[in-house]
């Protein structure tokens, strides 16, 4: 077990809590207070059709959404927030956000690597020149993770010359380099060729095996069901069903989630 994931029997504290969020953009309303708590250890699957509202929900975590209210708590530290004077809100405090947000690894759609920097650089990028790590501490964790997504043959080589889904597992080891408590993924596999998406798929299921705290944005299906401790399904900016995998999945309230979650007959 990595030093940085719950030890066994630790308490199950709130890491991630989102109290009543609405955001807008423009006239659009795209969250119309959703609610999220999410412990130590938990997995949370953000499902439903695109334009739902759930990666909007998940950017507003480590605020690069920010909402126009509600409240956002990592541990049990709320991030402060001020009106912008233009009718929404914004970030009152940036050494807090930048605080906060070394403790949440992000990874992308989109891998977001550096093109003109090694798979290493790349991942030992922010805990030196961000969190000032030592470089050598730096580099030996960042060759464990490499070995821990299955990339430390490919520690020397530039984006450019990695598949998809070899440069999404880069994405993801430089995401953990920070030490996070809590692990976002948006569509991590949504660019990847069909070929691809199971390589993603085993990195992420090892880490909740590890016990790591996870929101994971998904139209995997299967992999929610499986991976998942806790389903949020969001249909128009709501969060329309929500509870364990086997409740969602297999008989949720909601008939739009029924549909949304049984398989299409082809």
Not at 34 to 63: F, P, Q, W, Y
Request: charged fraction near 20%.
């Amino acid at each position: 077990m990595p030093e940085d994931a719950p030890q066994a029997g630790a308490s199950r504290t709130p890491v991630v809590q989102l109290d009543n969020i609405h955001k807008s953009f423009g006239l659009l309303e795209v969250l119309k207070g959703v609610s999220l708590t999410a412990h130590e250890g938990d997995v949370i699957a953000l499902i439903g059709a695109s334009g739902s509202g759930k990666s909007t929900m998940l950017r507003c975590t480590n605020l690069l959404e920010v909402p126009n209210s509600g409240r956002i708590l990592i541990g049990n530290e709320e991030i402060r927030l001020k009106p912008d004077g233009h009718g929404a809100m914004a970030v009152a405090d940036q050494k807090q956000l930048q605080r906060i947000r070394s403790r949440l690894g992000m990874v992308f759609q989109s891998f977001n690597l550096w093109a003109h920097r090694t798979v290493l650089e790349n991942v030992i990028e922010a805990p030196v020149h961000v969190l000032g790590e030592n470089k050598a501490e730096a580099i030996a964790h960042a060759e464990q993770l490499l070995h821990k997504v299955g990339l430390y043959a490919k520690k020397d080589v530039y984006p450019a010359f990695l598949s998809g889904g070899q440069q999404q597992r880069a994405a993801i080891a430089r995401a953990l380099a920070i030490r996070p408590k809590v692990m976002l993924f948006d569509e991590p596999t949504s660019a990847l060729d069909p070929e691809l998406v199971g390589e993603v798929l085993k990195v992420i299921r090892d880490l909740a095996a590890e016990g790591r705290t996870m929101l994971l944005v998904t139209h995997e299906m299967a992999f929610a069901r499986d991976v998942a401790s806790h389903v949020m399904y969001l249909y128009n900016g709501n969060v329309e069903e929500e509870g364990p995998p086997q409740k969602v999945f297999g008989n949720p309230n909601s008939e739009r989630c029924r549909q949304f979650v049984t398989p299409r007959q082809h």
